[in-house]
């Protein structure tokens, strides 16, 4: 079950509302978004829920552990994290390091191993960095161990931010789960909020991907320059606007429910850097391998080339955090490479330059880098890339056979709400302090309408992909 399907706008989240308000009490309330965020998972994975409840269990059982065997919480800590990776290698690498090994077997004229495609469990990065979060937060002390087992189980399988984020630290809804209350303002800023980013997904994000997935789909020798640079731009804006507006749906539906969940977009084509575009993009996981793996390295702090390696290795893993590919692996190392640049020479050069300058800059690496991050394989990254530089003596593909009114208003309109000026503008008219209510009922009337709007083409297409769904 996805967030913008019939089924969940319409029966599973009225519903969950609808009892979530009319329970009182926080062990109830917790209780019923519990049995409806297993119910959610269970949905569409089935079998999957049973590892779920195992991760469950293995987490609660460890964070106990850590707190009350001191002299052993290292080894707790240790088997933890053992477990917790081994079953996210398991899962979503297993077939990936197979048909790595076979090629070395293969060089050596050694028989082939036969693994069967193993089945992704939707979700399973997010909730397993979110368990591990927790564990690692306990062993650290910087929050006691839960005893209550269903307070554990509704933070690693809360509905909202369970299928694709964001990453919620335990510590940062431990309070909101032991009591919390939902006023009248955050209902309506939680409903603003998920208007937007259904929106964002079913009229932005679902209307490009279409042209960037025939172009991306289109044999590379054919594309020109133009149809290449569209298809780039395109998958861009799609890429950012479905999960940037799933984020959105979660942070809102969480406000619905009394949570506060961090934000997890800034605007990241709005950067200037590279730098600057991290603290900007998923920004729950980039501060995760911040905070759990980057500076128990070292981070910075043991000279330059120690700090390079430091990044080499955060993006080479972020990279294959977002799938078992080494295209992956080589967006991650790509953009790793430039947080290197930008601590040398470089960066001080490109603080330098006119602020225009440094967009265009940042625009064009992520754009580069998007190419590596959509395409099959590594090969036809590179056949793209060429496209795009006008290496294609023949093509057939060009940018104008798929511009029509519906693709270059969409593309304007993500143009420009990529941009803050929407949000600030928003902000400003939605807060209290605003002298006459006519802006506020025009601007919540434009949402209903975004929403109406929204629910029409989900009803009238049969096109509705989720890019981080496979994450």
Known sequence: MVFSSTTFLFAFLPVVLLGHALLRGIPGRNAFLLAFSLLFYAWGEGWGLILMLCSIALNYASGLLIERQPAHARRWLIMA???????????????????????????????????????????????????????????????????????????????????????????????QMAGRRVSADDFALGIERFIVGLAKKILLADTLAYTADKLFEAPADALGASAAWLGVVC????IYFDFSGYSDMAIGMG??????????????????????????????????????????????????????????????????????????????????????LERSAWGRLLQKLPLLVRHAYLILTVLIGWVFFRADSLAQAIDYLKAMVGANTAPTYYAGLFLNIETMLTLAAAAFLSLPYYARLAARIEAPAFGTQWPRLIHRSALIGLFALSVITLINSTYNPFIYFRF
């Open 235 to 238: 998958y861009a804006f799609q």
């Open 81 to 175: 994290l053992v477990v917790n990776l081994g079953l996210l290698v398991g899962f979503k690498y297993a077939n990936f390091l197979v048909d790595n090994l076979n090629m070395v077997l293969l060089w050596n004229d050694l028989p082939a191993l036969y693994l069967a495609p193993v089945h992704l469990p939707v979700g399973i990065s997010f909730f397993t960095f979110q368990a591990l979060s927790y564990v690692v937060d306990v062993y650290r002390g910087e929050t006691p161990a839960q005893r209550n087992p269903l307070r554990i189980a509704l933070y690693i399988s809360l509905f909202p931010q369970l299928i694709a984020g964001p990453i919620v630290r335990y510590v940062d809804v431990r309070d």
């Open 255 to 340: 406000r619905m429910l009394g949570f506060h969940f961090l934000e997890n977009f800034r605007f990241p084509y709005f950067a200037t850097s590279v730098q600057d575009f991290w603290r900007r993009w998923h920004i729950s996981l980039s501060t995760w391998f911040r905070d759990y793996l980057y500076i128990p390295l070292g981070g910075n702090r043991r000279g330059e080339k120690r700090t390079f390696a430091n990044l080499l290795l955060v993006f080479f893993l972020c990279g294959l955090w977002h799938g078992a590919s080494w295209n992956f692996v080589i967006w991650g190392l790509f953009h790793g490479t430039f947080l290197i």
